[in-house]
């Protein structure tokens, strides 16, 4: 009797794949996605990997007065962006020069943040760290906050089969945490796959959308994940050129990168320093468009009538993403 | 009789042992001078001035020897004058001997500034890595200068840059007398003068992407076998 309970539960564990035995994380790529950027390379996901990134995004830990974490602005019910608010806030009350992006899909972004300064998913959280206007943090004092919880030994051990705290193993875990933030269950994807029903309005919408908008925001990403002017007249409070920063080229003056619209119906406000409240006032910015400095693909937005524009918002509530939004592996594991 | 054997042979040993590896090292200075904080210099436009931080990467070096052959190390090391032991490269060169020339890289190649997360010499840890721009602080020099209006009198280089067109990546080669070791000088006064001079009045600090080449272009005259 106990050899074939042994052989049975040999059975089970070969057919789910092995997760009794290994740590594996699995995930799969939608299928009407492209190849990663990032392919987790080195950075093998597991549980014990992911558990510990999460653990970390959570943790005000990683602040200069333990008072802000990742997820203070990246909230999950705002797909990981930060509703309401237009430029991202930091310890001691500061303010940025720009609105925090949502998390999703990362791992097909080839750069990140809005002047894509950023060109790696494993060193971003470094920027928001040491960021004096975010956490304000200094890497070997973050180091030694981590080293000096003694909850965090058990979360390496698990995830690295070493407990010394590492600058690689910080950024792996969250690279893991991070990158399978996966957003590609909208009710426009189930309607693709002809799962669900659109309205008259939101047929129309996505028609109108593709035609007028889809060379910077193509499907499946709803991004280009390149930079682009798309004639917002110029804050001279912020000062911000955007990509000119990054590459010192004046053909970047005024580019930012164009966010993904997947979820855009929770991430306001909008534009890379949160000007607009509402998706109503970004389509009256692209149909009133008067900047001869815009990118030339703007010119088909130019004047949509009122119709056009609420078709095109109710396609873009197609968008939301609910199971992703509700994904409890994503959320705060210090919340009840 | 046995003893001194013995003692030959341990040497004939320690000396086979060595010949493994190639020693390259790198001695600071500031024009005739080793390089020391408390010592003030002048550059080109004799303008006073000391050095508190100098730190810099070397990566990819090459070996070659006079049959044209060479053997190459992917890796990148981080020389600081604060750390006397960062300022001696030992490579493993198995039984090659007697290399006519050295190549490196002054900075890290742009593979490695696209890489992500790295440990070691590259652990951002070291302060030689820039979060907002991502990609490595190729060369660092810090100090003051009574000329410099910057507060403190500071003057701050920090040179890097992989993309073109401002890449401030260097490639030098350094002939060899068929050696198995060299030491470089390495001398600070060129690498505020050697082609394009500074003025700590006009360029008291470079610490983003703009005018980094212009210290760039500096670097390679900085070693001297």
């Keep these: ?336 | 009789m046995t003893r001194s054997f013995i003692i030959y042979l341990l040497l004939i040993f320690s000396l086979h042992v060595s010949a493994q590896n190639f020693n390259l090292l790198f001695r600071h200075y500031a024009g005739d001078s080793g390089l020391s904080k408390q010592t003030t210099y002048y550059n080109y436009y004799n303008q006073p001035f000391s050095v508190s931080k100098f730190k810099y990467y070397i990566s990819n070096i090459s070996l070659t020897s006079s049959d044209g052959s060479s053997i190459f190390f992917e890796y990148s090391y981080l020389i600081d004058n604060d750390d006397e032991e960062s300022q001696q490269i030992i490579l493993p060169v198995g039984k090659v001997q007697n290399f006519s020339s050295v190549e490196f890289i002054i900075g890290v190649d742009s593979l490695h500034n696209c890489s992500g997360i790295q440990s070691g010499a590259l652990d951002p840890l070291n302060g030689m890595f820039w979060t907002w721009s991502s990609g490595y602080i190729f060369l660092k020099m810090e100090g003051k200068s009574a000329l410099s209006t910057l507060p403190k009198n500071m003057i701050e280089y920090h040179i890097g840059g992989y993309a073109s067109p401002n890449t401030a990546i260097r490639k030098i080669k350094i002939a060899l007398n068929k050696t198995n070791s060299a030491i470089l000088k390495v001398d600070v006064s060129k690498l505020l003068s050697a082609v394009n001079k500074i003025d700590f009045r006009l360029i008291p600090s470079i610490t983003g992407h703009e005018n980094a080449t212009i210290m760039a272009d500096n670097f390679s005259s900085m070693f001297i076998l």
């Excluded at chain 1, 698990?158 to 950024?171: E, L, Q």
Aim: proline share 5%; charged share 20%; hydrophobic share 40%.
């Design chain 1, 1 to 336: 009797m106990k050899k074939w309970t042994t052989i049975v539960l040999m059975m089970m564990c070969l057919f789910t794949g092995f997760s009794f035995i290994t740590d594996e994380w699995k995930w799969e790529k939608p299928k009407a996605f492209p190849p990663p950027v990032y392919n987790f390379k080195n950075n093998e996901p597991t549980k014990a990997g992911f558990e510990l990134g999460r653990k970390l995004f959570y943790d005000p830990i990683l602040s200069a007065d333990n008072s802000t974490s990742c997820g203070t602005c990246h909230q999950q019910f705002a797909a990981f962006a930060h509703i309401d608010h237009a430029l991202s806030h930091g310890i001691g009350g500061r303010i940025g020069t720009r609105n925090v992006p949502s998390l999703q899909n990362l791992i097909w972004n080839k750069s990140f943040m809005w002047d894509g300064g950023v060109n790696h998913l494993e060193v971003q959280p470094l920027a928001p760290i040491t960021n004096e206007n975010e956490m304000g943090s200094k890497l070997p004092d973050v180091i030694s906050r981590i080293k000096s919880d003694e909850n965090y030994k058990k979360y390496f051990l698990a995830a690295f089969s070493d407990s010394i705290i590492t600058t690689a193993g910080i950024m792996k875990a969250m690279a893991q945490f991070t990158g399978m933030m996966i957003s590609a269950n909208s009710r426009y994807d189930a309607y693709i796959a002809g799962k669900e029903k659109f309205t008259e309005a939101e047929k129309n919408g996505l028609k109108i959308f593709t035609a007028k908008c889809g060379s910077c925001h193509p499907a499946p990403l709803f991004t280009d994940n390149d930079f682009h002017n798309n004639g917002i007249a110029f804050d001279s409070a912020l000062n911000d050129y955007g990509r000119k920063h990054i590459t010192q080229l004046e053909a970047d003056n005024h580019k930012f990168k164009v966010p993904s619209l997947r979820n855009v119906a929770v991430t306001f406000p909008y534009m890379h320093d949160g000007r607009f409240n509402r998706l109503k006032e970004v389509m009256d910015h692209y149909s009133n468009l008067n900047n001869l400095s815009a990118d030339a693909a703007l010119l088909k937005t130019a004047s949509m009538n009122d119709k056009e524009k609420k078709d095109i918002i109710a396609f873009l509530l197609t968008l939301t993403d609910v199971q992703f939004l509700n994904d409890k592996r994503f959320s705060d594991p210090n919340q009840p």
